[in-house]
Structures are given as C-alpha cells and as structure tokens.
C-alpha cells in the first residue's frame, strides 16, 4: 500500500435510530468490519450513528497486510534481542499492530502523533526506520529520529503526558489557521488505558474541548496496565468519558486493521475539516508481556490469553484475504520472506550500534551550550584521559 | 535474637509486613503493589496476606496516589505510598510539596499527614529514561517533608518501620541498584532499640580522611575505602541516612579529627545536597579543614542513556581521585 494516503474511509452521518449493524464479538457498540474469521462486514454503526466503511483496492488490502507481519516480526525481533542481552528492555506490541497499522495509514503526511514507548506500528507507517526506537530501549540514545520531518513525537515514557502536547500542537495548528479543508492538519495522541486515570490525560480532554482543538485521542486499551486489570482505572467503558467532556466517543475493535482505519480517518477528518477532538478507544489486547522485564503469569490466566489469541489481527485479515482470493499462496510466502530479511537486517544493525562516546552526555543540554558546562566536560575529558592504558 | 541474612529488598518487605502487622490503621498503596507485589517486589506476598483494603492497587495516577493518601491520612489511616520510579513522582509534586508538607503548619499542628511516600530512586541499573533519577534535593528543600535513605538491609528494615511510625511524612528513598545486595537484619529487635531515624552514622571508622554519602553510594564510598586501605590511607565513611533533616554531627565530629572531606551523590552537583553539606561543614569545621570540602557528584547533565550511567555516575575511582586531592592541597 502506498505510503502517506491510502485509500479512503467514506462516511456519513445518519440521524436516529441506532441499529446495531455490526453487534460483534459480545462488546458493545464495537465498530467492526472484519470479524475474526475473517470475514468483511459493509459497515458498522457508532454510538452516535456515524456510520464507518472501507473501501479499499486489493492492492491496498496487502499492503495492510504486509504491514501488520512486518510490524509484528520486527517487534518479536527486538524482543528476541532484548533477551539476548542486546537492549536493555523492550516494550511488545504484540496484539496491537492492527490498532497501530489501522490508525497509523490514516494519517495523511501533514498531521502530527504523538506517541507513548509502544507506538513500534505507528511509528513505521510514518516511514522511520524501525531501527530508531532500539537505540532508546538499548540505552546508546534516547531515540534518534527528528519529530519534524517525520511528524512523529518522541517516545513519551512519563504516563499520558504527550496527550497535553498533543493538545497543545493541535491548538497550534488551529491558530495557524491550518484546519477548515481537506488539506487541514489534524494530530493524534496515543496512549493506553491506564493513561486514562492520569490528570494529565484528564486536563488533556478539558483543554481540547475547550478550545475545538483539531485532535484525536487514541487510547489502546490493551486491558492491562502492568499488572492492573482495566476495573482499577474505569467503572465505565472509556469512550464514553468523552461525552462528559464533550467531544465524541467512539469504541472500536482494535484487532481488526480495517475498522481501526476507518474510525480513525473519520476522526482525523473530522478534526482536520474544524470539528474538535474526539477520542477513540481501540478494543485489544497485550498478547505479550507489558514488557520484557514483566511477569504476567503473576496476574494474567491463559485461558484469557488464548481466547484473545482467537481474535488475532493477522489471522482475519489473512482468512479474508484468503477467502476473497485476493491473493494466492505465494502472496504469503513472500510477505513472511520479506519479513524475515528486514528482521535479519535490523538484527545486523543493532549489533552494529556502538555505545556513544562518554562525552557525549555533555550534548545537547542547553542549545547554546553553558561555559560552566564546557567546563565540566573538558574536566570530564582530561579525567578519563588519565586512565590511559587502562579499561576506560 | 533471629539475625538472618537478607537482601535489602527482601529487608523492606519484612519491615512492611511488621508494620501491617502492628497497626491496622497502615495500608499500602501504589501501582502494581498488589497481585504483582512491585515491579521490585518490595510488596510481595503482602496483598495475599492482608487484602486489597490494606494493600491497595491504585489507578495509575500519582497525584491521585498521594492526593488521596492525603485524606487516608487525616481520617487516620497511615498510607505507605509506593511510587513506582523517581522519574515518575513529577505528576505527584504538586501534592507533595503543597499539601503534605504545609498541612501541618498550616493548621497549627491540628492537622497531621502521617504519610511515608517510598522512592526507588537512583541510576545503575541500565534502565531507560525516568528510571534512574536522584530527586531528593526537591524534597529536601522543602520545609515540613523528611528525607530518608537506606544504604543496607538493616537499615531498610528499621526505618522503614520507623518512617511509617512516625507521625511526620516522610519521603522514603531506596536505592534501586541496591535492593538484590545481602546483609544481616535482626528482625526480633525491637524498634525502640534500632538506631534513629534521623542520625547519621559512621559506616567504617577511619582516621585520614572523611567521605560523607548517603543511598546508593554508601557501597561506593566503602569500597573506595577498602581500596584506600590497600594504599595505606584509612577513609572514615558517614552514611548520612537522614537529608532532611540533615545530621552533621557525626562528620563535624570525624572531619576535625581528619581534616579532609569529601562529600558523594548521585544526584547532579548544582545546588545538590552536596553544596549544603560542604557549606556546613566548612562553617563548623573551618579550623581543622587541611583542605576545601570536595564534591564527587553527577554531572549537569540530564540522566544519560544507560550505556554511558558508569561514566556518569560517581564510582570508586572518582572517590579516590577527590580523596588524592584532597591531599594534594
Ligand atoms: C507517570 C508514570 N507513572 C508510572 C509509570 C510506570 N509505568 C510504565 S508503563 C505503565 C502502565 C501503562 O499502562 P497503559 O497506560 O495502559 O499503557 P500500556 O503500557 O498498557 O500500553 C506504568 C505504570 C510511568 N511510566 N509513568
């Protein structure tokens, strides 16, 4: 699939009465258009009757796939990396790539994300090498891609505190006159559902409201915040906390990449064309564990795991592929191939990534430098020096 | 009397389930305290043996944490708050040095936050950004909050206890890279008899210089000590424990016996603890000084990525190298 704009999520508003089009999977008001078998569903209702297709060529449906397998290889990659000793830690999206692929490819070139330490999916539609982020989690950097050209955050590591950046980029964006057409700017923000409790993410919603900002929140909620079970951050379903904010909520499967995409162009439309903020809430679930130094067994059933295992977002859309004949055997081979050769590459990179020189540290701190400093780092320098010969 | 050997870890979580033991009026809360025990496991067991009411999984919301710690506090209850990372106490400042600090003041001392708010806090674990951060001059500057750390297990299990004892909130740091290091815990004696809260104590006696530090880099300056000795040169290392208040008089006493001092923390040197203490010291001990108070510290940088912590934090050699110059004044 083509990078940058592909294919199109139409939409329509319809008044009252809601029909409960696409009831999927036992969870309310879940906005699906792939069931797990694999099946294509024509459209789905939201809670306010927004009414969400796709409509998207067979080229563009295997590029979504190849999507997903690469953004999933790539990430057991870097788990089998980190236990092997060659990054510090890893955070696996294992589960999510669907959430990510989907809201990932409908972002345009012009709109800005702002991302949490697990958005590996989103991160790659936006065309950064998958190697940045290794750098933050082997510990050479804290991430090495530039925001700007990319329109893509650095990883925010302090729970939901990139939701009031994103806020205040998108009031930006909206004082620079930049939303009211098609080519307008919109801004997501990602975060999970234990970001939610935070008052960080809660000030968020108020300013965005407030101020119509051209803004979309994208909460995975992948059930768990580390050990926390979703019931410890909410008593009620998190979409609807948008209503009492203000702006609209709407709950979608966060497994299935067409769907995903569909609400998110919506909402990313919306804001773009002047509407305000929405928040979505992408339905999942964190297969893996929160990260590589966690234990689920401590907290999570496997019965639990294998029934989401059941709902996996590569296997529908790979049965729908499947069962559409829109691809043959090949089509698979080739993908899994081309995964594993960009995993064995990024694998030969991050052995190559050198630990950074010790002064280095002194970068960056001000723009301008400081003289006390320069000081610092030239005692620093004739320290180390001393121990010539030896170890350092 | 049971002395057993413990990890400091292992240590606090001992000192934590005596005081859940002792007083049903202490709960525990935090992230991930209950069914997983911590992401140190300083917790662990403890949800199991005491339940959800005591020891509490929180919404993941510091400033929810403390902020309703507050009002536990003032309807008698005497929270352990747990917060998961020092990086990750910033969203719970406000709480803290607005509200747990001043409520005693401010309501002539009818008001009192008996609360402990536990930090691991610290670098050299090889973790990523906001895991590895030394925040204590913040709190330490701050009038009406107490400043503790422990250096070894035994100390961990007393002053824990003794923090959640006492009727002042205290801020509880831990030296993460310290918590899997062994020591003997009597853990039968009563509190009463364990050594103070809020005084320092000589660590490793010693004649010919002083090195004063506190947490993590009480194991540093130990270290730095034995290898001295190699050299003929005996350290005197003052594990400071309390930052605030601040007990000098341990190094008052040992600094005009040596006349050398150098003072050790993670934490960056710009106005860090350290300037307070060689700003004391310099002030009672001015006489006996042989040479100016010295400072081994982080540097005036951010925390680094984690392939580059060795160079940032203070070790052994950077100890050793203050000590020599010291001398060489
Ligand atoms: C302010 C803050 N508190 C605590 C943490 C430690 N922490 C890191 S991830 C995490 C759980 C996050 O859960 P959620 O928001 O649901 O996102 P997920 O990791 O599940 O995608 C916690 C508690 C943190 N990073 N920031």
Redesign the pocket.
Known sequence: MAKGDPGAATRSKRAAPRTKRAAATGEPELVQLLTPEGERIESALGPDGTEYRVDFTDEEYRGLYRDLVLVRKLDAEATALQRQGELGLW?SLLGQEAAQVGSGRALRTQDMAFP?Y?EHGVLYCRGIDPIMPLGLFRGVDQGGWDPNEFKFNMYT????AQTLHATGYAMGVAMDGKTGSDEGEAVIAY?????TS?GDVNEAFVWASVFNAPLVFFC?N?Q???SEPLERQTRVPLYQRAGGFGFPGVRVDGNDVLASYAVTRHALDNARHGQGPSLIEAYTY?MGA?TTSDDPTRYRIASEVEAWQAKDPIARMKAFLTKQQIVDESFFAEVDEQARAESVHLRERVLAMPDPEPVTMFDHVYPNGSPELDEQRAQFSKYLESFEGSAH | MATETLTLGKALNAGLRKALENDPKVVIMG??VGKLGGVFRITDGLQKDFGDQRVIDTP?A?SGIIGTAVGLAIRGFRPVCEI??DG?VY?AYDQIVSQVAKMHYRSQGKVRIPMVIRIPYGGGIGAVE?HSESPEAYFAHTAGLKVVTCANPQDGYSMIQQAIASDDPIVFLEPKRRYWEKGPVELDAPLTDAYPLHAARVARPGTDATVLAYGPMVRTALDAATAAAEDGRELEVIDLRTLSPLDLTAAYESVKRTGRCVVVHEAPGNLGLGSEIAARITEECFYSLESPVLRVTGFDTPYPAARVEEEYLPDLDRVLDAVDRTFGW
């Not at chain 1, 590591?157 to 939901?160: D, E, L, M, P």
């Not at chain 1, 975060?191 to 970001?195: H, I, L």
């Open positions: 955070a949490t697990r590591i302090v729970i939901g975060f999970g559902d234990g970001a935070q995975q992948n768990y915040a580390i964190r929160h | 992230e991930d993941l510091e998961q990372f990750f969203p906001h």
